[in-house]
């Protein structure tokens, strides 16, 4: 296929739309971008920017504590001790809005100047050859394509037993429309965005209840970094209720109740439902074109992310591959890569790094405790406390650890954890081991600055080296 000619159509402007976008134009395409909501989507506007500039806001103020810790104390101009900080939600809320518009707009900019046109609307599927859009001024157009790209993203779930309003029962994309700070949030699920919002909010001076249907929080995390999540959560007063599903939420006046299945009831001022998501698929025509959806809505891809439709290819939340913004973008680039000619590599899941954004951070990368522990993979591992880094001592850091995971024999670097303030920063030199296969030598004789956080990485992949006897 010759790309300077390929007309490519991509449906939804997320990072596994405007990222493909990119990729398209600069081997030559003619593209053509379908999004409704504005460029970043989802990820941009009302997720991953916002709740992790919600969440920095919460860990800015957590350092007014530590500083106390550090023989550091606050006064106001009267000479008094400052004890406590507070945050005004209305202007918070405002700074989050406007950082994720400004984030849009860039990418916007940078999108049009490569020459990808912008359609505002709603794509649907007509063929594999054609997608039609509905513009958000009333009109429809019809656009013809070579390629065509789907990456719709997903939505927040709602369940029947409990419908947000906007207003006391919330999705996480509602929640920056708030003016006031909840006084009490209840918090339906444990997951990555359970966890991470009901932390926020506990920084920001809600009193926050989290109600967790598993034994533990982060029920799909490595269980040690869960157990300090979870000790840390309880530690600065947040209610964590475990093995408690909830079975419906309602409103009464100015007043949330969630019923648990057992018969309890849980009274607040809010509700952040955080109970899943379900992908954007329904009603675009792709059942209709022949591509195959998944019983749960998503769509079925391959490592290149092609569907069974020859020509037409999915991305991102849609697809239900990993929702990651990371993983979603890397889609988005092998499929352009792939139909316009270019080398690709197929998506490598093994080697992709995670990040929970709760205080401290949660990274991961390669291969789990899970997988050592159901023996599906044969390694040593080391996890030592960074209560023993001195730079962790200086910063008044107490909770956290690094892991590393070795295969047997060679030595390799096949997976690691790291449960640290700005863990998503600490984790790039593991997962640059474990992509490239670096065994634990390799990783230990590389300098670090000493004293750093990262000295950890080092020192536990020192206690990796076999010495063969």
């Known amino acids: 296929m010759n790309a300077r000619t390929t007309r490519v159509v991509i449906v939804g402007g997320g990072p596994g739309g405007y990222e493909a976008a990119l990729v398209a134009a600069q081997l030559g395409g003619d593209v ?27 860990d800015y103020m957590s350092e007014f504590e530590t500083a106390a810790d550090l023989g550091v104390h606050l006064e106001d101009g009267e000479g008094d001790e400052v004890s406590d900080a507070k945050a005004e ?8 809005k406007d950082l994720a518009a400004a984030q849009s707009h860039d990418i916007t900019e940078r999108v049009e100047e490569v020459g990808v046109r912008i359609l505002r609307g709603t794509g649907r599927l007509v063929s594999a050859t054609r997608v039609e859009a509905t513009l958000v001024d009333g009109g429809t157009e019809t656009v013809d394509a070579d390629v065509i790209l789907v990456a719709t993203g997903a939505t927040p779930r709602v369940m029947d037993t409990a419908r947000p309003d906007g207003e006391r029962i919330l999705t996480w994309q509602q929640i920056y429309e708030l003016d006031t700070l909840p006084e009490r949030l209840i918090v339906v699920g444990s997951g990555v965005t359970g966890a991470e ?60 109740v969630v019923r648990l299945e057992d018969g309890r009831e849980v009274e607040g001022s809010h509700a952040l439902l955080a109970v899943g998501s379900i992908p954007q698929t329904a009603d675009m025509g792709l059942a209709e074109v022949g591509v195959e959806l998944k019983e749960s809505g998503h769509i079925a891809v391959d490592r290149v992310s092609r569907t069974s439709v020859r020509g037409v290819y999915a991305a991102g939340d849609c697809t239900g591959v990993l929702p990651l913004a990371s993983v979603a973008a890397m889609q988005g680039r092998i499929a352009m890569s792939h139909a316009l000619g ?11 790094s995670a990040n929970i954004f709760t205080d401290p951070e949660i990274a991961t990368v390669g291969i789990s405790q899970k997988d050592l522990d159901e023996g599906t993979v044969d390694a040593d591992v080391v996890m030592l406390p960074l209560s023993r880094n001195p730079r962790a001592k200086m910063s008044g850091i107490n909770d956290g650890f690094v892991k590393l995971f070795a295969q047997k024999g060679s030595g390799a670097v096949i ?55």
């Open 32 to 58: 053509t971008i379908v999004d409704r909501d504005g460029l970043g989507g989802a990820a941009v506007l009302t997720d991953c920017v916002p709740s992790k500039t919600l969440i920095s806001t919460a």
């Open 89 to 96: 939600l209305a202007e918070v809320n405002t700074r989050v």
């Open 197 to 256: 919002l009901a932390q926020a909010y506990l920084g920001l001076g809600s009193e926050v209840v989290l109600v967790s249907s598993r034994d533990r929080v982060l029920p799909g995390e490595d269980p040690d970094a869960a157990t300090v999540i979870e000790d840390v959560f309880k530690r600065r007063g947040m209610e964590v209720l475990g093995r408690s599903r909830m079975a419906g939420v309602e409103r009464r006046g100015d007043r949330v």
């Open 342 to 352: 270019d080398a690709v590599a197929p998506l490598q899941l093994g080697v992709v």
């Open 415 to 469: 997976g690691g954890v790291v449960v640290a303030p700005r863990a998503s920063e600490l984790i790039f030199p593991v997962t640059l081991a474990v992509h490239h296969r670096l065994n634990v030598d390799q990783l230990a004789s590389t300098f670090t600055v000493y004293p750093s956080l990262s000295g950890s990485i080092a020192e536990a992949a020192r206690r990796l080296h076999s010495t063969g006897s």
